[in-house]
């Protein structure tokens, strides 16, 4: 089955930028969308089909992929962007296509 | 507005069977493809299963097929989830969530907790 790799946290000050990666075999080749879950609450999208920025997503969210690494950028980081962050892909290929990552704790300090 | 809320969520033993729903409102519900995405307490998230607009396309992951049965009732704009053979792995929180590839729309989800 298709893996995705996170890192398990990502600590960034205020006003500065934060890198989440999310690997994978030629996750080029695919399309991967971004989750924000902050604790307590249901994930939002964030992120989907590599770069498109979902409805009322602040433009400081951004992302990028190629070859084996899909990337999650948030500029000018705030105290409300600390949360999870999951990747997610569907694999079209398989007959379980949905595939999570495991996810990154961002901290804003 | 648009919304999906989930219910059915409750303690079962393990061997049980539980069915939960997801009641969607505010959207033509018809027309999107719906999913089932579950987490264990302080764990991430687990997709469980896929189903088609017209029900046409399935899909399970490894860890509930065979046990799990998703469905869905266009008339009354809700989805279901089917789940037997429960096993305490099976605790999570269940949300519901639409969308084609990505999940553009999540529930608040319900609770399954199997415990003897």
């Known amino acids: 089955s298709y893996v995705l790799i996170q890192p398990p946290s990502v600590s960034v000050a205020p006003g500065q930028t934060a890198t989440i990666t999310c690997g994978g075999n030629n996750i080029g080749s695919k399309s991967v969308h971004w989750y924000q879950q902050r604790p307590g609450r249901a994930p939002v999208l964030v992120i989907s089909d590599d770069d498109e920025r979902a409805s009322g997503i602040p433009e400081r969210f951004s992302g990028s992929n190629s070859a084996n690494t899909a990337t999650l950028t948030i500029s000018e980081a705030e105290g409300g962007d600390e949360a999870e962050y999951f990747c997610?892909?569907?694999?079209?290929?398989?007959?379980?296509?949905?595939?999570f990552g495991p996810g990154t704790w961002v901290t804003v300090l | 507005e648009v919304q999906l809320v989930e219910s059915g969520g409750g303690l079962v033993k393990p061997g049980g069977s539980l069915r939960i729903s997801c009641g969607a409102s505010g959207f033509t519900f018809r027309t999107y493809t719906m999913h089932w995405v579950r987490q264990a307490p302080g764990k991430g998230l687990e997709w469980v299963s896929s189903l088609s607009h017209t029900s046409t396309y399935i899909y399970y992951s490894d860890s509930v097929r065979g046990r799990f049965t998703i469905s869905r009732d266009n008339t009354n704009n809700s989805l279901f989830l089917q789940m037997n053979s429960l096993r305490a792995e099976d605790t999570a929180l269940y949300y519901c969530?639409?969308?084609?590839?990505?999940?553009?729309?999540w529930g608040t989800g319900t609770m399954v907790t199997v415990s003897s």
């Open positions: 997610q892909v569907w694999n079209s290929d398989s007959p379980h296509p949905g595939v």
């Open positions: 969530a639409r969308g084609a590839y990505s999940m553009e729309l």
